[in-house]
């Protein structure tokens, strides 16, 4: 088990958020985009937001996981997303996370042009008179 807390490069999301009917993909591959145009990051899912261990009875499906990370790189341009894992916490609980490396030469974006960046722990869009200094930076890493 890790003893991963939020930061500026470690996020959590629910569950609910990645898989199911009530699931919001779009958003995580913006938080994906977010973390690939700053220093890379690593997203867990399966804790919820200001939680420190995901539900007892949480159960992950590989399957599933796999399904995600792969949809996760078709909303994405120039997202490294790697070393998807399970793990099960102390009170038998599943979780998994995976890295999102940082994209040294190009712009992350989403499929449908959306640019974002994360700043300590929160992801912003990246305004059009911002791209340049984004792209400039991209050398600097």
Known sequence: MNN?????????????????SKSDVESLAESC???????????????????AEPPANQKIDL??????????????????LV???VHEHSNG???FSFRILPSTRVIATTTSGKVLIR????CYTVRSEEL???AAEKNAF
């Open 119 to 122: 700043i300590t722990d929160n």
């Open 33 to 51: 985009v977010c973390f690939a145009n700053a220093q890379g990051g690593i997203l867990v899912i399966g804790i919820e937001n200001k939680q």
């Open 83 to 85: 070393n998807p894992e």
């Open 93 to 95: 609980g599943e979780y």
């Open 132 to 134: 340049t200094d984004l």
């Open 4 to 20: 991963w807390q939020e930061d500026s490069n470690i996020d959590f999301k629910s569950l609910r958020k990645a898989i199911g």
């Open 63 to 80: 399957e599933e996981m796999n399904k995600l990370v792969s949809r996760l790189r078709s909303l994405t341009d120039g997202v490294g």
